[in-house]
């Protein structure tokens, strides 16, 4: 099975990177970096199981630092470069990261005590470009696989380390990768990746390194624009990429005229997932690129289903069956599987989901089931086996692809002194998907622009997108007598 580093070796002149600056790397120099930067973590006391936090654009620096943790049996973490310094320093604590790397205008607003490294001048901090450049560029020995450690919510609202078991072995395309982009059509061999989404996201992160492992080339964008991705993939001649429902919406909304003017046919996959996708613009974009639209359900924790186009247009709306080494099933609230057809808790198992949350030991037990673990997602399954999502996680919000987590953004709410109680929900959005909305019961007697004071106090602390974009205002919550929010209730309002 190749990896990134056997195509270096046996393909050192085909190109690697493309970034959005026009910088480039082939396999060949990218492996060499990596292996130098390698080094230059272990000069530095770092071995395997220790952790690398990178605050960075879409960029060369991502994939050289995700290639040297890679090889060193490290824990890579990639940090939205919008989190507020709070938001950073918090994940650089939590997770007991010894080397942060950051783009200049990040790191100019940290305070962080540990070895760090800038992309770009920045006071007090060392420079990326010529961190190891005085280490050999050779393969580091022993080489063993690291892995990639995302965030997700915690139970205390706060997000929390999504920690795999390292295995001390070669790195290695994970099997349920490898199956899932053959199940797409995405082949070893030359192929072109065009990167549409920020690389700090789970998946468009994932899926560029894992066609790079393939030994396809990932051509970089900075931000997403419908035109000038169909431009790219026209002038590179891309074969797959990943793409989320919100860039479905705005590139369908393109004039006709305008789609039509660029060469789409060498697109073999493109892969959607993240979010739901509405049934009529996922047929409308197979319609228009042909039968190549294909997804796949997961989340951080680990891949689910696939389903190809010709599969979802034999059973529009599912999410396909459990690929292959995961189990899935279905239960009711006291666990006991239900019958085909009949709507439950979302469990699934296998050897690429045997995680824990890194200091969250009620939210790691919470999930588990034996071998099995859930993200609280709802669904069943039909006679044939196949995947029907209901609901995606009852509390979590969802826009633009982006998961954002109501209790952290209640709990920054709940430390203002106006608020007495607050509920966090997602309203429908023609094109995020959904969008924030706090719902708020003030202290008795608070008078002014509540809501203006509130939104200075999220930003303060959070990033711009977890900022509610609207506050409503109530006498009084809905709780159970538990003391459960009923959000449903909030939904429907």
Same mark, same amino acid.
């Given at each position: 099975?190749?990896?990134?580093?056997?195509?270096?070796?046996?393909?050192?002149?085909?190109?690697?990177?493309?970034?959005?600056?026009?910088?480039?790397?082939?396999?060949?120099?990218?492996?060499?970096?990596?292996?130098?930067?390698?080094?230059?973590?272990?000069?530095?006391?770092?071995?395997?199981?220790?952790?690398?936090?990178?605050?960075? #654009?879409?960029?060369?620096?991502?994939?050289?630092?995700?290639?040297? /943790?890679?090889?060193? %049996?490290?824990?890579?973490?990639?940090?939205?470069?919008? +989190?507020?310094?709070?938001?950073?320093?918090?994940?650089?604590?939590?997770?007991?990261?010894?080397?942060?790397?950051?783009?200049?205008?990040?790191?100019?607003? @940290?305070?962080?005590?540990?070895? !760090?490294?800038?992309?770009?001048?920045?006071?007090?901090? %060392?420079?990326?470009?010529?961190?190891?450049?005085?280490?050999?560029?050779?393969?580091?020995?022993?080489?063993?696989?690291?892995?990639?450690?995302?965030?997700?919510?915690?139970? /205390?609202? &706060?997000?929390?380390?999504?920690?795999?078991?390292?295995?001390?072995?070669?790195?290695?395309?994970?099997?349920?990768?490898?199956?899932?982009?053959?199940?797409?059509?995405?082949?070893?061999?030359?192929?072109? #990746?065009?990167?549409? @989404?920020?690389?700090?996201?789970?998946?468009?992160?994932?899926?560029?390194?894992?066609?790079?492992?393939?030994?396809?080339?990932?051509?970089?964008?900075? &931000?997403?624009?419908?035109?000038?991705?169909?431009?790219?993939?026209?002038?590179?001649?891309?074969?797959?990429? #990943?793409?989320?429902?919100?860039?479905?919406?705005?590139?369908?909304?393109?004039?006709?005229?305008?789609?039509?003017?660029?060469?789409?046919?060498?697109?073999?996959?493109?892969?959607? %997932?993240?979010?739901? @996708?509405?049934?009529?613009?996922?047929?409308?974009?197979?319609?228009?690129?042909?039968?190549?639209?294909?997804?796949?359900? %997961?989340?951080?924790?680990?891949?689910? @289903?696939?389903?190809?186009?010709?599969?979802?247009?034999?059973?529009?709306?599912?999410?396909?069956?459990?690929?292959?080494?995961?189990?899935?099933?279905?239960?009711?609230?006291?666990?006991?599987?239900?019958?085909?057809?009949?709507?439950?808790?979302?469990?699934?198992?296998?050897?690429?989901?045997?995680?824990?949350?890194?200091?969250?030991? =009620?939210? /790691?037990?919470?999930?588990?089931?034996?071998?099995?673990?859930?993200?609280?997602?709802?669904?069943?399954?039909?006679? =044939?086996?196949?995947?029907?999502?209901?609901?995606?996680?009852?509390?979590?919000?969802?826009?633009?692809?982006?998961?954002?987590?109501?209790?952290?953004? =209640?709990?920054?709410?709940?430390?203002?002194?106006?608020?007495?109680?607050?509920?966090?929900?997602?309203?429908?959005?023609?094109?995020?998907?959904?969008?924030?909305?706090?719902?708020?019961?003030?202290?008795?007697?608070?008078?002014?622009?509540?809501?203006?004071?509130?939104? =200075?106090?999220?930003?303060?602390?959070?990033?711009?997108?977890?900022?509610? !974009?609207?506050?409503?205002?109530?006498? &009084?919550?809905?709780?159970?007598?538990?003391?459960?929010?009923?959000?449903?209730?909030? &939904?429907? +309002?």
């Amino acid at each position: 099975m190749s990896t990134f580093f056997d195509v270096a070796a046996e393909h050192p002149d085909r190109l690697a990177v493309l970034a959005p600056d026009g910088t480039a790397a082939t396999f060949g120099e990218l492996a060499a970096r990596a292996n130098r930067l390698t080094h230059a973590l272990r000069r530095l006391g770092l071995g395997a199981g220790d952790g690398v936090v990178a605050i960075v #654009h879409n960029g060369l620096p991502y994939f050289e630092l995700l290639f040297a /943790t890679l090889q060193a %049996g490290m824990y890579f973490t990639p940090v939205n470069y919008r +989190s507020s310094p709070a938001e950073i320093a918090y994940v650089v604590e939590n997770s007991g990261a010894r080397v942060v790397v950051a783009d200049a205008d990040i790191a100019r607003t @940290c305070d962080l005590d540990v070895p !760090k490294f800038a992309v770009g001048p920045a006071e007090g901090w %060392g420079d990326y470009a010529s961190w190891g450049e005085d280490e050999p560029s050779t393969a580091p020995q022993p080489r063993t696989a690291g892995q990639t450690m995302l965030y997700t919510s915690g139970t /205390t609202g &706060r997000p929390k380390g999504v920690r795999r078991a390292l295995s001390g072995n070669p790195p290695s395309l994970h099997p349920i990768h490898r199956d899932l982009l053959a199940l797409f059509g995405v082949e070893p061999g030359p192929g072109v #990746h065009l990167v549409a @989404c920020p690389l700090y996201h789970a998946a468009p992160g994932s899926f560029a390194a894992n066609a790079m492992h393939l030994g396809h080339s990932a051509v970089l964008m900075d &931000r997403f624009d419908a035109e000038e991705t169909l431009r790219l993939i026209e002038e590179h001649r891309v074969t797959d990429t #990943h793409l989320v429902p919100t860039m479905f919406h705005r590139m369908l909304r393109l004039p006709e005229d305008v789609r039509a003017r660029y060469d789409t046919s060498s697109l073999t996959s493109v892969i959607h %997932g993240a979010a739901p @996708c509405p049934r009529e613009v996922k047929a409308r974009m197979i319609g228009w690129l042909g039968p190549v639209v294909h997804e796949y359900y %997961g989340a951080s924790e680990g891949l689910i @289903c696939g389903v190809t186009a010709a599969d979802w247009l034999a059973a529009p709306g599912t999410v396909g069956r459990p690929l292959t080494g995961v189990r899935l099933k279905v239960v009711d609230d006291d666990g006991a599987e239900v019958a085909p057809g009949e709507p439950g808790t979302i469990y699934f198992s296998s050897a690429h989901t045997a995680i824990d949350y890194l200091g969250d030991p =009620e939210k /790691t037990a919470a999930a588990r089931s034996g071998e099995f673990i859930t993200v609280g997602d709802f669904g069943y399954r039909d006679a =044939e086996g196949r995947v029907f999502l209901l609901d995606r996680r009852t509390d979590l919000i969802l826009s633009g692809g982006v998961n954002i987590y109501p209790a952290e953004i =209640e709990a920054r709410l709940l430390s203002h002194p106006d608020v007495a109680d607050v509920a966090v929900i997602g309203e429908p959005d023609d094109e995020w998907g959904q969008r924030v909305v706090a719902v708020v019961e003030p202290v008795p007697g608070v008078s002014g622009d509540l809501a203006a004071r509130l939104d =200075e106090h999220c930003r303060a602390e959070l990033a711009g997108f977890k900022t509610p !974009k609207r506050f409503d205002f109530t006498d &009084r919550l809905p709780r159970t007598e538990s003391g459960k929010m009923m959000r449903r209730t909030l &939904r429907s +309002s």
